[in-house]
């Protein structure tokens, strides 16, 4: 079955960075991409961007320009998300979630559990 | 950007009710690229609806999507206990942005 395991909870003092893995299993890694999401205490869902499990190729929300930077590691079936320069409102739960296909924009069948991001003096 | 409102914020009704949840885009949703989640407290959020109206796999049969263009809703046709939760809508025509949520709370 399909699955996406996170890496888990960080607590991150401001304009630290954070680097969040993603563990697949279940599926052929190279066929799908992995959005990241986040989700705010008590706020709605963000999308931040996207990394294909195949070229590497990345489409990042702009709001995250230059900030996030999403990387993968064939090897060993694993997406990664980095957040550089943090404040506290980066305060907030990280997902990753696989594409149901290919391609940069699509739904999100499968979701990780969750890394909550701590930002705080 | 696509800006995706989703009404009402919060739907109170009771088990066996029939849920409607209605998300409104600022602009027209390419191939009706609209995809509905639902999300419990502590947990990841979970795809029911995909294509505006195709129910993921293992999704019952009471959720149905429907819609076109920039008007899309979410019906659930008879509430079981499980079914309280939060809904958001998605869009994934032109890069991808959600809904804020409505929240399905028991009466």
């Known amino acids: 079955q399909v699955q996406l395991v996170q890496s888990g909870a960080e607590v991150k003092k401001p304009g630290a960075s954070v680097k969040v893995s993603c563990k697949a299993s279940?599926?052929?890694?190279?066929?799908?991409?992995i959005s990241w999401v986040r989700q705010a205490p008590g706020q709605g869902l963000e999308w931040m961007g996207w990394?294909?499990?195949?070229?590497?190729?990345?489409r990042y929300a702009q709001k995250f320009q230059g900030r996030v930077t999403m990387t993968t590691d064939t090897s060993t079936r694993t997406a990664y998300m980095e957040v550089r320069s943090l404040r506290s409102d980066d305060t907030a739960v990280y997902y990753c979630?696989?594409?149901?296909?290919?391609?940069?924009?699509?739904?999100?069948?499968?979701w990780g559990q969750g890394t909550l991001v701590t930002v705080s003096s | 950007e696509i800006v995706l409102t989703q009404s009402p914020g919060t739907l109170s009704l009771s088990p066996g009710e029939r849920a409607t949840l209605s998300c409104r885009a600022s602009?027209?949703?390419?191939?009706?690229?609209l995809a509905w989640y639902q999300q419990k407290p502590g947990q990841a959020p979970r795809l029911l609806i995909y294509g505006a109206s195709s129910r993921a796999t293992g999704i019952p049969d009471r959720f149905s999507g429907s819609g076109s263009g920039t008007d899309f809703t979410l019906s659930i046709s008879r509430l079981e206990p499980e079914d309280f939760a939060v809904y958001y809508c998605?869009?994934?025509?032109?890069?991808?942005?959600f809904g804020g949520g409505t929240k399905v709370e028991i009466k």
């Open positions: 602009q027209s949703v390419s191939s009706n690229y």
């Open positions: 979630a696989r594409g149901s296909s290919y391609l940069v924009t699509t739904d999100l069948d499968y």
């Open positions: 990394i294909s499990g195949y070229t590497s190729n990345t």
């Open positions: 998605q869009q994934y025509g032109i890069s991808t942005f």
């Open positions: 279940g599926y052929t890694f190279t066929n799908y991409g």
